[in-house]
């Protein structure tokens, strides 16, 4: 079993940044590719970021690419979402989640546990 606490989310205006914290519990955090996805109101949830296990890989959706950065601190048990130059476009429930030990992936059925969520808007 593994736990995960998203936090970071809020309220900015577009143009703002946000950094978002991912904290895991109850497995070797570090053994796990990690990833990030969002669902916006009405839409299906989707693959944003990716980071393999050991933080030397890293792969991003063309939507955030340029403008999303995703690491991870493995003593911390610890995976972050630095999110610059925000747009209306990003709001979003942004999740965190363990995903496998081979690849990083982008479909939502390879990766095993889900955080709840934390709220991101972005205002025009």
């Known amino acids: 079993q593994v736990q995960l606490v998203e936090s970071g989310g809020g309220l900015v205006q577009a143009g703002g940044s946000l950094r978002l914290s991912c904290a895991a519990s109850g497995r070797t955090f570090s053994n796990y590719n990690m990833g990030w996805f969002r669902q916006a109101p009405g839409k299906e949830r989707e693959f944003i970021a990716g980071?393999?296990?050991?933080?030397?890989?890293?792969s991003y959706a063309n939507s955030v690419k340029g403008r999303f950065t995703i690491s991870r601190d493995n003593a911390k048990n610890t995976v972050y979402l630095q999110m610059n130059s925000l747009q209306p476009e990003d709001t979003a429930v942004y999740y965190c989640?363990?995903?496998?030990?081979?690849?990083?992936?982008?479909?939502?059925?390879?990766?095993?546990?889900w955080g709840q969520g934390t709220q991101v808007t972005v205002s025009s």
């Open positions: 989640a363990v995903g496998s030990r081979q690849w990083i992936s982008s479909k939502i059925n390879e990766y095993s546990y």
């Open positions: 980071i393999s296990w050991s933080g030397g890989m890293s």
